[in-house]
């Protein structure tokens, strides 16, 4: 990442030019490493959150998008981890921990108990906030793939980040149902 503040004036380091990026604490990799796609995927995820978040009137909900989202950044990091320094990460910090996953599960459960999800598959799309929730949602999936396809290619990838990740798409997937409520369409006419 590019430092920048007081004296410093270019966002810009010019060494991501040879098509690499840097890890956390130190190393490099390419930009087309499918690692690279997993934290960049987390990314446009964390953006994603961003437009429910900004499209949310619901103050108790825009503060559960918030912390879902400095979540994410805690997985990124974690993905992130020049693999020979992984001894560094923070749980909650930098790295996902079990009890990060069990929360995600206990929101669901809650939420679920609230309000049970309708056994159909539906259209997304009943308003700008249960839209933005579905889009984050499949970018959540594809985070997961894509951490899954690193893993298999022999990078080291935390468990608790692809089940982190899997949760947290499903939750994201409660909260658009509960945010599109009943006026959804179902995916057959």
Excluded at 80 to 97: H, T, V
């Amino acid at each position: 990442m590019a430092r920048y503040g007081p004296g410093v004036t270019k966002i810009y380091t010019k060494t991501g030019d040879d098509g690499t990026t840097g890890l956390l604490f130190g190393g490099r990799v390419s930009k087309a490493d499918t690692l690279v796609d997993a934290y960049g995927d987390i990314d446009e995820a964390v953006a994603a959150l961003g437009v429910a978040r900004a499209a949310c009137t619901d103050g108790e909900l825009a503060t559960v998008l918030l912390h879902l989202q400095r979540g994410l950044f805690v997985a990124a990091a974690d993905l992130a981890a020049n693999p020979r320094r992984r001894d560094r990460l923070e749980a909650s910090i930098s790295r996902i921990d079990p009890e990060q996953v069990d929360e995600l599960e206990q929101t669901i459960d809650r939420l679920v108990g609230e309000r049970p999800l309708r056994p159909v598959f539906v259209v997304p799309g009943s308003n700008p906030l249960a839209a933005a929730l579905d889009l984050a949602r499949t970018v959540l999936r594809r985070a997961e793939r894509h951490a899954v396809h690193a893993a298999d290619d022999g990078h080291t990838v935390s468990t608790h980040v692809v089940a982190y990740l899997n949760r947290l798409g499903d939750l994201v997937y409660v909260l658009a149902r509960r945010a599109a409520g009943d006026d959804e369409p179902v995916s057959h006419g």
